[in-house]
C-alpha cells in the first residue's frame, strides 16, 4: 500500500482513536450489588447474555468466601465495598514535552532502552506526527485484518462478533471457578480478544500492536484468545516501563482455547507499583489465567516475567485435553523490599501422549517471600504424557524467602514425571571471577541473575528478552552488596 | 470412626495402670475431645483416604496372656535386648534384656522407677508438637506403657534395641497406641529397631508415637518397620531433636496395612549435626500409604539427606510430602531430598509434594522428585543377558527397593525385610504384560 493510499484511508475512516468518546461525568457509585451489575452492563450497552454471565458470576461471589489463610502470603483486607466497578475511560494529562517529566521515570526508561518515542508515548507526551502511534497502529490493523485475524477490545467484540464470544467467554475459566474470577466475570471492565481463524499465522507478534495501543484497560482486566485449528498467534501484555494504577486490587482472567493444531504463546511482563520499602502501598495482582488445549497436537505456552507488585497471586495453567498437545510455563519471579510472589502453574494432563515442561526461576531479594506452587496432574486416561519441571530459587540477603510447593499427581503406569528444584545464592567465587575479569560488582550480579534466568528469557520475543535483563538489574539496584 | 462422644466415654471408663500417667492423659483426652477427625479438606491430609478408618468402630484394647510365637520375627544380633509387646501389652515372658551398659536403661514405663517417672513426664509430648494432631492426641489420651530408653554419655549400645509390637487376632477392632521415649545422652551411640507385625489378616488401628532426643554427638540408627496386617490401619508420628555435631539416621519401611501414615520430624537444634529420613513403601491391592516429613535446620552448618522410595502396583495410592525448612540463622545448610515412585499399574496412583521452604541465602538445598515405571532400556539389557521379562522386571524391582534395605545394619533384619521385597517383587511382576 503506498503512502499516499494510506493516508487517503486515514482521511476518509471516522476518527475513532481521539477524544470523542463520549465520558461520563456521573457519579458510579461504590461497592457492588445486583443493580450495580446491571449498570455495568446498561453502560457498556452489552448484548443479553451478557447480564445473565454477570449476574450469575455475581451471585456465586456473594457465595463463595475470600481466601485470607493462604500460606505465606500476608494479605490486608480488601475492603470491597469502597470500589467504584464501573470507570469511565480516562483521559490522563497531556504533557508538551519530556521535560515535565518525573526525571526518575526517564531514567527508568533510559536503563530499559526504550526509544525515545516511546518514553513520549509512556509518559504521555504529545508525540509528534511521524511516530504518530495511531497512524502505525492502523497499519497493523489493516495486516491484520487481510488476514483474518480478529483483535480488538473484548467490549467491542461483544458488540460486533457477539456469537464467538459468547461461545468461548467462561469456557476455559468459569465464572465460579475462585473468588477473584467470580468477581472478574461479574464487574469486568475490559480487555483484548483475539481470535485467529483456521489455518491462519497471525502475520505479526501481537505484541508489536500492543506496545503501541497500550490502553489502560482497569482493574478488571478480561482476555480471551481463541486459535482455530492449525492457527497460531503470539501475544505480549504488560510492559517493563513501571507502571502506577491507583488501584489496590488487580483481578484480571485470561483464557486461551486452541484447537487442534493450533499454537498460542501467551507472554506477560508485570512491572506494576510494588509499593515502598516498608510494603505500603503496592497493587495486589491476583490473576487467573489458563489455557485449554482442545485439539489434538494443540500448543499453549506461557512466558512470564513477574516483577512488580506487592502481592503477585497466579498459576497460569493449562488443560491438556487433546492427544499429543503441549502445554509450557516459562517463568521468572523476582521479589524485592517486601513483595511477595506465590505464582507456578497447573498442567492437567487429559490426553494421550501429552507433554508439558515448567522452568520456573525465582528470585528473593530483601524482605521478599517468593513461593513456586505447581500442579502436575497426568490423569488415568493420559497414558504415554511426559512432564518435565524445573524450579530455581536464589536468595539475595538474609531477609527473604524461597518456598516451592510442587504437588504430583499420577494416574496410570505409562507416563512419567520428572521434578527437579535447587535453592541457591549467588557465589561470591562467581563474583569473584566476574570482577577480575573487569565487570563491576553489580554488573557481575546481574550477569549471574541474568544467566540463571536465560532459559526463560529466550522463551520472550527478542526485544522484550532484552529489555526484561535490564528490568532485572534495575529491579535488584542496592540489594546486592 | 464412631461418635468421638462414644470412644470418649469408652477412655473414660477405662481402668488405665499407670497411675502416675493419668494426669497426662486426662489432659490429652481434653484436647482430643475438641479436635475434630482429620478430613481431605485439610492440607496435612489431603490426599490420604481416611474414609474407612471414619466408618470403623473402635474399642481399647484389652490384656490377655495369648501363645504367640515370636521366634520368626526375633533378631539374632537383638537376643539380649528385645522388648515385645502384644496387642499393646508388655510380655516380660516374651522379651529379653540382659548385659546392658552401666548407667542404661532399657524399660517399659510400667517397669520404670520414681526418678524415671520424672524424666518421662518432662519428655512425652515434648518433640511430637501434638496440636491439633487427632491421632497423636488419642494416643496420649490412652497411652498406659511404652519403652524408656536412656543410653548415658558416651556409652554404646554393642547389640541393636528390637521393640516388637505384635497384634493378635484378639485385638480385632482394637486402637492400640505404642509409646516410645528414646534419650541418647552426650556421644552416645545405639541401634534402635521398631518393628510392627500383625499376626494375620484383621482390622486395628495402631498409632504409635515415637520421641528422640539426642544430645551433643549422639549418633543413633533408628529403624521402624511396619509390617501390619493388609486389613490394619497404622497412624504413626515421631518427632526428633539432633543436638550439635549428632548424627541421627532413620530409615521407616512400609509394606502393610490398609491405610498407613507415617509423620517424621527432625529437628537439627545444633551445629553441624546431620540427618537421614530414608524410606521405602511398597504397596498393592488397595493399600494406601502416606508419608510426611519435615526437615527442620534450625543452625547453621547442617546437613541431611533423604531419599524415599515407593512402588505402588494395583489399585493402591502412594503419598509423599517431603518438607525441607531452613530458618533463617541456619546457614551453610547442605540438604538434599529424592523421591522416586515406580508405578506399575493404571488404577494406581502417586501424589506427591516436595516442599522447600528456604530462609537463609547461603545454602545448597534441592530436591527430586520421579514418578515413572521400570526403565525399558534396563529390562532389555537383563534380556539380551538371558534373562526373560518378568524375571528382568522383578529383578529390577528388588534392586531398585533394595538401595534403602541396603543401609541398614542389621543383618538378620536386612534378610528378613529382602525376602519380603523379593515376594513383593515376584508379586508384582507376575501379572505384568510380558
Not at chain 1, 529491579?475 to 552488596?481: A, D, R, W
Request: net charge negative.
Amino acid at each position: 500500500m503506498s503512502d499516499t493510499q494510506t493516508i487517503d484511508k486515514m482521511v476518509s475512516q471516522p476518527y475513532k482513536y481521539g477524544f470523542v468518546t463520549e465520558i461520563e461525568y456521573d457519579e458510579f457509585p461504590k461497592g457492588l450489588n445486583e443493580d450495580v451489575v446491571r449498570e455495568i452492563w446498561k453502560r457498556r450497552g452489552e448484548p443479553e447474555f451478557m447480564l445473565e454471565f454477570r449476574l450469575k458470576a455475581y451471585r456465586n461471589w456473594l457465595k463463595m468466601e475470600e481466601p485470607m489463610n493462604w500460606p505465606n502470603l500476608d494479605i490486608k483486607p480488601i475492603k470491597y465495598d469502597e470500589i467504584t466497578y464501573y470507570s469511565a475511560p480516562k483521559i490522563k494529562k497531556q504533557l508538551n514535552s519530556l521535560d515535565e517529566v518525573d526525571p526518575v521515570l526517564l531514567e527508568t526508561y533510559e536503563k530499559l532502552g526504550i526509544p525515545l518515542s516511546e518514553q513520549k508515548r509512556l509518559a504521555n507526551v504529545a508525540v509528534d506526527a511521524v511516530f504518530d502511534s495511531v497512524s502505525v497502529a492502523t497499519t497493523f490493523r489493516e495486516k491484520l485484518k487481510e488476514a483474518g485475524v480478529i483483535f480488538c477490545s473484548i467490549s467491542e467484540a461483544l458488540k460486533e462478533y457477539p456469537e464467538l464470544v459468547q461461545k468461548y467467554l467462561g469456557s476455559v475459566v468459569p465464572s465460579n471457578d475462585n473468588f477473584f474470577a467470580a468477581l472478574n466475570s461479574a464487574v469486568f471492565s475490559d480487555g483484548s480478544f483475539v481470535f485467529v481463524p483456521k489455518g491462519v499465522k497471525c502475520p505479526m507478534e501481537l505484541n508489536t500492536y500492543f506496545r503501541i495501543n497500550n490502553e489502560e484497560s482497569g482493574q478488571f482486566e478480561r482476555t480471551l484468545i481463541v486459535a482455530e485449528e492449525y492457527a497460531s498467534v503470539s501475544y505480549l501484555e504488560g510492559c517493563t516501563a513501571p507502571q502506577f494504577s491507583t488501584n489496590l486490587l488487580h483481578a484480571a482472567v485470561v483464557e486461551l482455547v486452541a484447537l487442534d493444531h493450533a499454537d498460542i504463546k501467551y507472554s506477560t511482563v508485570q512491572n506494576w507499583y510494588a509499593g515502598d520499602e516498608e510494603g505500603n502501598g503496592g497493587i495486589y495482582n491476583f490473576v487467573t489465567k489458563r489455557g485449554i488445549c482442545k485439539g489434538d497436537f494443540a500448543k499453549i505456552s506461557w512466558t512470564q516475567v513477574e516483577t512488580g507488585s506487592a502481592i503477585t497471586w497466579k498459576y497460569p495453567s493449562v488443560i491438556l485435553k487433546g492427544d499429543n498437545s503441549i502445554g509450557e510455563f516459562y517463568s521468572v519471579a523476582l521479589t524485592n523490599k517486601m513483595q511477595q510472589a506465590d505464582t507456578g502453574t497447573k498442567m492437567i494432563h487429559l490426553g494421550k501422549n501429552t507433554s508439558s515442561t515448567i522452568i520456573s526461576k525465582g528470585i528473593s531479594a530483601g524482605k521478599s517471600n517468593n513461593s513456586y506452587r505447581g500442579l502436575v496432574k497426568i490423569g488415568p486416561k493420559a497414558t504415554g504424557s511426559r512432564n518435565y519441571s524445573q524450579c530455581d530459587s536464589m536468595l539475595i540477603g538474609n531477609n527473604c524467602g524461597a518456598h516451592t510447593f510442587p504437588y504430583i499427581q499420577q494416574q496410570n503406569s505409562k507416563s512419567s514425571i520428572e521434578h527437579e528444584a535447587t535453592t541457591s545464592r549467588v557465589g561470591e567465587d562467581q563474583i569473584f571471577y566476574l570482577q577480575q575479569r573487569g565487570l563491576s560488582e553489580e554488573d557481575a550480579i546481574s550477569m549471574i541473575i541474568n544467566g540463571f534466568c536465560k532459559d526463560v528469557f529466550a522463551e520472550l520475543p527478542m526485544e522484550f528478552a532484552v529489555e526484561a535483563q535490564k528490568l532485572l538489574g534495575i529491579k535488584l539496584e542496592g540489594s546486592v552488596g | 470412626m464412631q461418635a468421638k462422644e462414644t470412644l470418649q466415654s469408652l477412655i473414660q471408663n477405662h481402668s488405665f495402670q499407670l497411675e502416675f500417667l493419668s494426669d497426662y492423659r486426662n489432659a490429652a483426652l481434653e484436647r482430643f475431645k475438641s479436635i475434630k477427625f482429620p478430613t481431605n479438606r485439610d492440607e496435612e491430609w489431603r490426599f490420604l483416604n481416611l474414609k474407612d478408618i471414619a466408618r470403623a468402630d473402635f474399642k481399647l484394647s484389652t490384656a490377655s496372656n495369648i501363645q504367640v510365637d515370636v521366634t520368626p520375627y526375633l533378631l539374632e544380633e537383638a537376643i539380649d535386648s528385645t522388648l515385645v509387646f502384644v496387642n499393646g501389652f508388655f510380655r516380660q515372658d516374651l522379651s529379653r534384656i540382659e548385659n546392658l551398659p552401666k548407667g542404661a536403661c532399657l524399660k517399659t514405663f510400667s517397669d520404670a522407677g520414681e526418678p524415671q517417672y520424672n524424666e518421662l513426664e518432662t519428655h512425652l509430648g515434648s518433640l511430637i508438637h501434638p496440636k491439633d494432631d487427632f491421632f497423636v492426641e488419642l494416643n496420649s489420651a490412652i497411652v498406659d506403657n511404652g519403652v524408656l530408653v536412656f543410653i548415658p554419655k558416651e556409652t554404646k549400645f554393642e547389640s541393636p534395641v528390637h521393640i516388637l509390637n505384635l497384634v493378635t487376632k484378639e485385638a480385632e477392632g482394637a486402637v492400640i497406641a505404642p509409646r516410645c521415649v528414646i534419650l541418647a545422652d552426650a556421644f552416645a551411640k545405639a541401634t534402635i529397631i521398631e518393628d510392627f507385625i500383625g499376626l494375620g489378616e484383621f482390622e486395628y488401628l495402631n498409632i504409635p508415637v515415637a520421641e528422640i532426643r539426642m544430645a551433643e554427638g549422639a549418633h543413633l540408627q533408628h529403624y521402624r518397620i511396619q509390617r501390619e496386617s493388609k486389613k490394619a490401619f497404622h497412624i504413626n508420628r515421631l518427632g526428633t531433636k539432633v543436638d550439635q555435631n549428632a548424627d541421627y539416621q532413620s530409615y521407616t519401611i512400609h509394606f502393610g496395612a490398609k491405610v498407613s501414615r507415617s509423620d517424621v520430624r527432625a529437628d537439627l537444634t545444633g551445629e553441624q549435626s546431620n540427618s537421614i529420613l530414608d524410606g521405602l513403601v511398597l504397596i498393592n491391592g488397595e493399600q494406601e500409604s502416606d508419608t510426611h516429613t519435615l526437615m527442620h535446620h534450625q543452625q547453621p552448618n547442617c546437613t541431611s539427606h533423604q531419599l524415599h522410595k515407593v512402588v505402588v502396583d494395583d489399585k493402591a495410592h502412594s503419598v509423599f510430602n517431603g518438607k525441607i525448612w531452613v530458618d533463617q540463622i541456619a546457614q551453610k545448610t547442605d540438604s538434599f531430598q529424592e523421591n522416586r515412585n515406580i508405578l506399575l499399574s493404571d488404577n494406581g496412583t502417586v501424589d506427591t509434594k516436595p516442599q522447600l521452604e528456604i530462609f537463609a541465602d547461603d545454602v545448597r538445598c534441592s530436591h527430586g522428585a520421579t514418578v515413572g515405571q521400570l526403565d525399558e532400556e534396563e529390562v532389555f539389557y537383563l534380556k539380551s543377558r538371558g534373562l526373560d521379562e518378568l524375571t528382568s522386571k522383578e529383578l529390577l524391582i528388588y534392586g531398585y527397593a533394595l538401595e534403602v534395605i541396603e543401609n541398614l545394619e542389621v543383618e538378620s533384619l536386612k534378610k528378613q525385610l529382602s525376602a519380603y521385597v523379593s515376594t513383593y517383587a515376584h508379586q508384582v511382576t507376575e501379572h505384568l504384560p510380558a
